[in-house]
């Protein structure tokens, strides 16, 4: 709740450092329920000033079953969560009190205020020009952008998605009837049915044999009608790209420069890839506009500035680490960046 | 049937219902479920109308929380949002996984970008909040003219907001307030837009 001065990493020029640290002690809760936590969190606080002195233990593996809230039980093992990597920085503020099952343990992943979110946002879309996205979040990687800019783009896919399929339909349909708007009357007006036997039996034997029928048949009818979740296997494959693109390949590229011995934090690994998708929320939703090459134009604008921006950000630490292979490591990094702007535009842009 | 509610709640409700303490367990199954409706709408009514829209009034009366019209609503919306769809079942599976997974990670998020806040507090907060959206489906779902819909779907999206808004809100450092708003807008939008386009 409470972070001291020394929270902020230095993003920010205009408020740098105390100054910007401030309203996070003040605490301006008017309300009464809060009081309690403020003062509450002002001890701890000072228990943590405390405990950042002299003797902080690292002792890994002992402290497993610490009772939440005893300051300076010692930090459970490497493995524990999602910054299991991020061994060796410096706490601003001593999270490993709380084991690892409690949430507050990972606070440290989401010390992020509005403005640093912000911030991150745009330098990763324009991360190729001005390449102080690693420097900047060295010191405070977190994981909320990561994690809601995939998930913001998982909505906003399927919602562009089904809004095209919406669009497609009352084309479809206005050619035959004026378009009544979808009701929900126990006989509407089924959608053109291909086979002879839908015409004959009525409407809710439309839907019953609907029911019956094939798979395949049923992806067929479901096109032409309007539905959300038409096609709910592609919001999984959607779900499954973006966290699985963000984690699986943030796991290997931080392995690699691992196995090179480089310095790198898994934290600011998924930092750095979670906020590199964040370009593709805004084409996601330009790509509504039924225009080809305007899609793919926006898709390959997207995928270079996010692959520049991976670039520019790695090619450091990446060099740094190792001299002689980095260039392969970074066209790699390149090359599954480009295969992503690719897979998804075939797969979800196309609309 | 089992309240979901933790002790203090016998003790708070007490001069509401007019019921002893003590004497809650031979009663008849009715007033136990009695008890539990008017919990459920005194919960409701402290959430969404508004009157006292200040966060300790919110947090005051959901001192004694329950998780029962939470799930009712829940319910009631992924069924009328699954209702006369293909595939019912898998529109009634994701509905309810969105609102219940939904529920817990926006409290997970607003713990863990530093707020302090009873969880099933906040479960139960958010879950009264899909009342307006469970309204909106169910106007959504009966009327076909399009303004209407929209105009309906906007009104009730404004409303979950305004009740939800101050709660997640203030429960945040200062400078994190949209960032533990935003999530929340995320999904009562997407909640909205389902119904919406619900044919």
Not at chain 1, 158 to 181: E, L, M
Not at chain 1, 223 to 237: A, E, N, R, S, V
Request: net charge neutral; with cysteine; aromatic share 12%.
């Amino acid at each position: 709740m409470s972070f001291g001065p020394q929270s902020h990493a230095g993003a920010w020029a205009p408020a740098p450092g105390g100054a910007y640290g401030q309203p996070h002690m003040a605490l301006q809760f008017t309300d009464t329920t809060a009081q309690q936590y403020v003062t509450g969190t002002m001890g701890r606080h000072e228990e943590r000033q405390g405990m950042l002195g002299p003797g902080r233990s690292d002792d890994p593996g002992v402290g497993f079953a610490a009772p939440p809230g005893v300051p300076g039980a010692p930090p459970p093992g490497p493995g524990a969560g999602p910054g299991a990597g991020a061994g060796e920085h410096t706490p601003r503020e001593d999270y490993t009190k709380y084991p690892f099952y409690n949430v507050r343990r990972y606070r440290e992943y989401f010390d992020v205020d509005t403005k640093d979110v912000l911030w991150r946002v745009t330098n990763s879309m324009i991360g190729v020009f001005r390449p102080n996205f690693m420097e900047v979040t060295m010191k405070n990687p977190d994981l909320y952008g990561p994690f809601w800019t995939a998930t913001t783009l998982i909505f906003i896919v399927a919602v562009a998605n089904n809004f095209v399929s919406y669009i497609d339909w009352r084309k479809n349909r206005g050619s035959d009837s004026p378009p009544p708007p979808p009701s929900l009357s126990p006989s509407p007006e089924p959608t053109p049915s291909p086979s002879p036997v839908m015409d004959a039996v009525g409407a809710m034997g439309a839907a019953a044999a609907d029911a019956l029928s094939n798979p395949g048949r049923l992806l067929l009818a479901s096109t032409t009608d309007d539905q959300w979740f038409t096609d709910y296997t592609k919001l999984g494959t959607s779900a499954a790209i973006f966290y699985g693109y963000v984690f699986i390949v943030g796991l290997i590229v931080f392995f690699t420069v691992k196995w090179f011995k480089g310095e790198l934090k898994l934290a600011n690994v998924f930092c750095i890839y979670g906020y590199c998708l964040s370009v593709y929320v805004p084409v996601s939703i330009l790509c509504v506009i039924p225009i080809a090459w305007l899609q793919w134009l926006l898709v390959m604008l997207a995928t270079a500035l996010g692959a520049g921006f991976l670039f520019m950000n790695f090619k450091a630490t990446i060099f740094a680490a190792a001299p002689a292979r980095a260039s392969i490591v970074l066209l790699l990094i390149v090359a599954a960046h480009v295969a992503l702007g690719l897979g998804l535009k075939l797969y979800f842009f196309s609309y | 049937m089992l309240p979901p509610s933790p002790p203090p709640t016998l003790g708070a409700s007490a001069p509401h219902s007019a019921i002893p303490d003590e004497y809650t367990l031979d009663e008849s199954i009715w007033k136990t479920i009695g008890r539990d409706f008017v919990t459920i709408g005194r919960n409701l009514r402290s959430v969404l109308i508004p009157i006292n829209w200040k966060f300790h009034g919110q947090a005051q009366a959901l001192r004694n929380w329950d998780l029962w019209g939470p799930l009712v609503f829940m319910l009631v919306l992924a069924i009328v949002l699954s209702t006369g769809e293909k595939n019912a079942s898998a529109v009634f599976a994701m509905v309810f996984a969105e609102v219940a997974l939904g529920a817990i990670v926006l409290t997970i998020n607003v713990i863990l970008l530093g707020g302090e806040l009873v969880f099933f507090q906040a479960v139960c907060l958010l879950g009264y909040c899909l009342f307006p959206l469970v309204v909106a489906a169910i106007i959504c779902a009966a009327v076909s003219i399009k303004w209407v819909r929209i105009l309906v779907t906007v009104l009730c999206l404004t409303w979950a907001s305004f009740a939800t808004i101050p709660f997640i809100g203030n429960a945040v450092p200062q400078g994190r307030k949209s960032l533990a708003v935003y999530p929340v807008m995320l999904m009562y939008v997407s909640l909205a837009w389902l119904a919406m386009v619900k044919s």
